[in-house]
């Protein structure tokens, strides 16, 4: 079955915790990328990637790293996180930028 | 730089009825524009793709349009049933935004039994 996968589904942390969220996709997509979703902000992105070692900055990119050392695997990471990042995260994928895109099943993040 | 809204913010409508969910965009310089489906606490299911040269889609009771001279895109749900209560999110990919998709607030509609 074609899928975008996320993990965690779910995460309490607390503030300054390294954390790392995992998004792989078995559809041999190209782009990558990560949303945040909040409350009266709608959905945000974060990074996104065009292909294998080459990601750039989406609209909120401060205090999220990311990396795409393989064209499956494209895993956030929150070196320090914050209670501002608090949110609902979505990772999503497609073969280029123009065609459909396709979403994980999301991630909740609490940082307390 | 390019915005989304989605008009109205919700709906609720009997079932059986027919439904027009409107979008609109500031950037005539899209390549394409989708919709999604976003049920509570759950990740966003594609509905309809429009590229920026198609004037519409089609699938089952969804028809979507786009034009993009008005800078407007319409979800037409026929025959309204009480499972297709969700949010329903219009999201555009413009050339001038280095690929993302910048999305609408959404619209919640309820369809009452």
């Known amino acids: 079955e074609a899928q975008v996968t996320q993990n965690p589904r779910y995460l309490i942390t607390v503030t300054g915790k390294k954390l790392t969220v995992t998004c792989s996709q078995n559809m041999n997509h190209e782009y990558m990328s990560w949303y945040r979703q909040d409350p009266g902000l709608g959905l945000r992105q974060i990074y996104y990637?065009?292909?294998?070692?080459?990601?750039d900055k989406g609209d909120v990119p401060e205090g999220y790293k990311v990396s795409r050392k393989e064209k499956r695997n494209f895993p956030l990471i929150l070196e320090s996180p914050s209670p501002n990042q608090t949110s609902l995260y979505f990772c999503?994928?497609?073969?280029?930028?123009?065609?459909?895109?396709?979403f994980g099943p999301g991630t909740r993040l609490t940082v307390t | 730089k390019q915005e989304v809204t989605q008009i109205p913010a919700a709906l609720s409508v009997p079932e059986g009825e027919n439904l027009v969910l409107n979008c609109s965009f500031t950037?005539?310089?899209?390549?394409?524009l989708q919709w999604f489906r976003q049920d509570p606490g759950k990740g966003l299911t594609s509905l309809l793709l429009i590229q920026s040269s198609q004037r519409e889609q089609t699938s089952g009771r969804l028809n979507a349009s786009l034009d993009k001279s008005s800078g407007r895109s319409t979800l037409y749900i026929a025959a309204s049933q009480p499972g297709d209560s969700a949010t329903y999110l219009c999201?555009?990919?413009?050339?001038?935004?280095?690929?993302?998709?910048?999305f609408g607030q959404g619209t919640e509609l309820s369809v009452k039994p």
């Open positions: 999201a555009g990919g413009s050339y001038n935004q280095g690929g993302k998709l910048i």
């Open positions: 990637s065009m292909n294998v070692e080459v990601t």
């Open positions: 999503a994928s497609s073969s280029d930028r123009v065609n459909e895109q396709y």
């Open positions: 950037d005539s310089a899209i390549y394409n």
